[in-house]
């Protein structure tokens, strides 16, 4: 009888455990919440961290829609005195957002995205670790991963410590009319 009794209860865990409720943990991100606030974008939605029970948890998530991006027109137009910005790039802070020897992160199409100014040169890395996509956040010279402590360094994105082991991905930035763009 014990033994019909486990012959029953097996199968029923094997079915349990490759369907699972449709309310599982599979439908928040995989990344770990470290702070009241971080918010990620993942399958379609922004996860914002928060606190429940003392424990700091991923809200149910709200649907992001995409946005349209700008086209150029086939019509003819007036030239105008301002100077044009290519149609694949998108802005993304004001010029004086960035200050001199300092970094700001901005999110670009829901991407975490560097932007660091050294020499008067302005750079702009993926904002994403290469070990498991947390958020980086700028530390002095020094770009931290808060998840496990990975760093890279501000203007190369190069891994300075792992457990990351390939660099920041860098994106074609540029500056025009007091306002700062980057190509993703």
């Known amino acids: 009888?014990?033994?019909?009794?486990?012959?029953?209860?097996?199968?029923?865990?094997?079915?349990?455990?490759?369907?699972?409720?449709?309310?599982?943990?599979?439908?928040?991100?995989?990344?770990?919440?470290?702070?009241?606030?971080?918010?990620?974008?993942?399958?379609?939605?922004?996860?914002?961290?928060?606190?429940?029970?003392?424990?700091?948890?991923?809200?149910?998530?709200?649907?992001?829609?995409?946005?349209?991006?700008?086209?150029?027109?086939?019509?003819?137009?007036a030239s105008t005195s301002t100077p044009s910005t290519p149609t694949d790039q998108v802005k993304v802070a004001q010029s004086g957002d960035v200050a001199e020897g300092g970094s700001k992160v901005v999110t670009v199409s829901g991407k975490p995205v560097v932007l660091s100014r050294s020499g008067g040169n302005l750079t702009a890395l993926n904002g994403a670790c290469t070990h498991q996509n947390c958020a980086v956040e700028p530390s002095g010279k020094i770009l931290v991963c808060p998840c496990h402590q990975s760093k890279f360094d501000w203007l190369t994105g190069a891994v300075k410590q792992g457990p990351a082991t390939r660099a920041l991905p860098k994106y074609e930035v540029s500056e025009n009319a007091g306002a700062i763009y980057v190509k993703i």
């Not at 995989?30 to 809200?59: A, D, E």
């Open 1 to 77: 009888m014990a033994r019909r009794g486990v012959l029953a209860v097996i199968p029923a865990s094997v079915i349990a455990l490759f369907l699972g409720d449709g309310a599982s943990a599979a439908d928040a991100p995989k990344l770990k919440c470290t702070k009241v606030g971080q918010s990620v974008i993942y399958r379609n939605k922004k996860f914002t961290c928060v606190k429940k029970n003392s424990k700091l948890v991923w809200n149910k998530g709200v649907p992001v829609k995409a946005s349209a991006s700008p086209k150029a027109s086939a019509s003819a137009s």
